[in-house]
């Protein structure tokens, strides 16, 4: 038996010993309050739970999006370096004779190194290309040639710019040119 029918039970009882014809009235004027004291319990008890609920449920959204902001905190400065990368690669690729070209390309490759090491420890790194199928999630296709014995269709056979990717959002997609 729970608390509120031992309490309803209590009361009645105890008016019941009290009743004459004057109290009836009276008797049936409190049970009605206790009932309604009873429902209106409820109905709080009912807003509380729900309060709780919501409150519960913001805090779990709002734990979602601080570790979505820690894991892609690094996403607008990798996107700002990508220049600086793309044009640290075009001086790697410049042919030098002498040994002072030698030595200044030597030093723009240990910047690139470190460049690239720092991205990689925040989660940015080159997307796949050369010989992977097209993906249009990763790759834009600046150009198609002919599929031939050597290259199957939708396999990529150069390379225009390298994309970047951090975890698994697509920082600056990969420009390739696709066979077809």
Known sequence: ???KEETTEEIQEEHMEAID????????????ELENTQAELSEMEDKFLRA???IANMSNRFKNERELLVRYRSQDL????????????RAMAIEVDDEQGASLKKGISMVLESVQAALKEEGIE???????????NLHQAVQTIPASDDTPADTIVEVLQKGYKLHDRVLRASMVVVAQ
């Open 126 to 136: 080159e997307i796949p290309t050369m010989g992977e199928v097209f993906d249009p």
């Open 52 to 54: 709780r609920a919501e």
């Open 1 to 3: 038996m729970s608390n």
């Open 21 to 32: 014809d004057s109290g009836v009235s009276e008797v049936e004027a409190e049970m009605t």
């Open 78 to 89: 990798g996107k700002k370096l990508l220049p600086s990368i793309d044009n640290l690669e």
